[in-house]
């Protein structure tokens, strides 16, 4: 059974079009997060859920949304694709604060 | 604010060769400390962690201590594989809001030749 899963693995799109990707996880944690890897492979948080509300909102901008309709989900709808938007998005849960974090496959994002 | 700093790689050893991940800290509470791998293609694991000082993160082989002194956790490997080939971020967790994210380092490739 897989933790942390995403769809789709991978999503090629043209710019200015709407997409989202879904996340789910099994392990019944309360914590859920978004993580954006560029192409260097620096990684970044994008946005912490807990218990289904907005923990952490690292200046995203605003045509990113996240949506957590239940504990055990995070998905996130991007509007208005830009050509900087491709990168890899992880997904990831905890059991509360941090102590140790799992992550999904990811899903690379290309913008064309 | 709270950063990681590890060193730039690649790394390239050879099979059986020690290795070392240098990677420094700051933070502005008492963090966790942690480092994860990824292989290619594949999502971030949890490689080992610490969450105190002097307290030694070990797994498969690796292993790591908190050092509050010098702000630091250096991963470290007596005789690598193969098989671990990958890249290697070194992260922490604050206290605080900084509780419900992970700082990453900016990773470090580590090759292994047969």
């Known amino acids: 059974d897989t933790a942390v899963s995403q769809t789709p693995k991978y999503l090629v799109t043209q710019m200015g079009n709407d997409k989202s990707i879904k996340c789910e996880q099994n392990l019944g944690h309360d914590t859920m997060y978004w993580y954006k890897q560029d192409s260097k492979k620096f990684l970044k948080i994008m946005f912490s859920?807990?218990?289904?509300?907005?923990?952490i909102n690292e200046t995203v901008p605003n045509r990113f949304s996240p949506k957590s309709p239940d504990k055990a989900h995070l998905n996130l709808h991007i509007n208005s694709l830009e050509l900087g938007d491709s990168a890899v998005y992880f997904c990831?849960?905890?059991?509360?604060?941090?102590?140790?974090?799992?992550f999904g496959q990811g899903t690379r994002l290309t913008v064309v | 604010g709270d950063s990681v700093t590890q060193m730039e790689g690649p790394v390239t050893l050879s099979e059986e060769a020690f290795l070392t991940i240098n990677c420094t800290y700051t933070a502005t509470g008492y963090p966790s400390l942690f480092w994860y791998v990824q292989y290619p293609g594949e999502g971030l694991q949890l490689l080992l962690k610490?969450?105190?000082?002097?307290d030694k993160g070990s797994n498969k082989g690796f292993e790591a201590t908190y050092r509050k002194e010098t702000t630091s956790f250096h991963l470290e490997k007596g005789s690598v594989q193969v098989s671990d080939s990958a890249v290697y971020f070194c992260?922490?967790?604050?206290?605080?809001?900084?509780?419900?994210?992970?700082?990453f380092g900016s990773g470090t490739r580590l090759l292994v030749r047969p």
């Open positions: 992260a922490l967790s604050d206290q605080g809001d900084s509780s419900y994210k992970l700082i």
């Open positions: 610490a969450t105190k000082a002097d």
């Open positions: 990831a849960s905890s059991r509360g604060e941090i102590t140790e974090a799992f």
């Open positions: 859920y807990n218990n289904k509300e907005l923990i």
